[in-house]
């Protein structure tokens, strides 16, 4: 919570619009029934990275909120929460990276995708089938589906992405040390 700050609370926001943005109007059609292919868990896998998990937690779960409540169905708790977890999961992995020090070379990459892909899992193979199946009955052969459909788009999206956003963000930073003479 040290973090918390008001650039951090800034951040919430502007992340949350722009997950909101791209979920809504720059997600791709999918074959499967009730999924897109999505561009926003890249940008929130890297704003959980840089701002933490309680930021990447806050902004999963109002982008997502908003979203579909914009399509007018209902919100769909399950995966808006799952939305939450991922970000919060995330910003957890983050700490093992070190994007905000200016380092993101081929370890970090591999690092950053280990854990999107892991996170991405344990998010939408696990979280949301159990909360389908416990909070709306869901048959259990549909979500399987749905979920590891989600899962493989998103890891895909998300490695493209959330790298991307990842490495122009620490070529922006100051390595320690880099002013120091030799």
């Not at 070190?98 to 892909?117: D, R, S, Y």
């Not at 159990?130 to 009955?137: G, I, Q």
């Amino acid at each position: 919570m040290k973090n918390f700050s008001v650039k951090t609370i800034v951040a919430i926001g502007i992340g949350a619009a722009l997950f909101f943005v791209l979920g809504r109007f720059v997600s791709i059609p999918s074959p499967v029934p009730n999924v897109t292919i999505c561009v926003q868990y890249g940008l929130l896998a890297f704003m959980s990275v840089v701002f933490g998990p309680i930021a990447g937690a806050l902004i999963g779960f109002i982008g997502h909120t908003l979203i579909d409540f914009s399509y007018g169905w209902g919100i769909w708790w399950s995966w808006v929460i799952a939305s939450g977890v991922f970000g919060l999961l995330m910003g957890c992995a983050g700490n093992m990276l070190k994007v905000n020090q200016g380092e993101m070379g081929k370890k970090g990459l591999i690092k950053f995708n280990i854990a999107q892909l892991i996170v991405h899992a344990v998010c939408w193979i696990v979280v949301a089938n159990v909360l389908d199946v416990l909070m709306y009955s869901e048959p259990l052969n549909k979500i399987l589906v749905q979920s590891f459909f989600s899962t493989a788009s998103n890891v895909i999206t998300t490695a493209i992405v959330g790298s991307l956003l990842c490495v122009a963000y620490a070529a922006t930073k100051t390595k320690a040390g880099s002013l120091t003479k030799e």
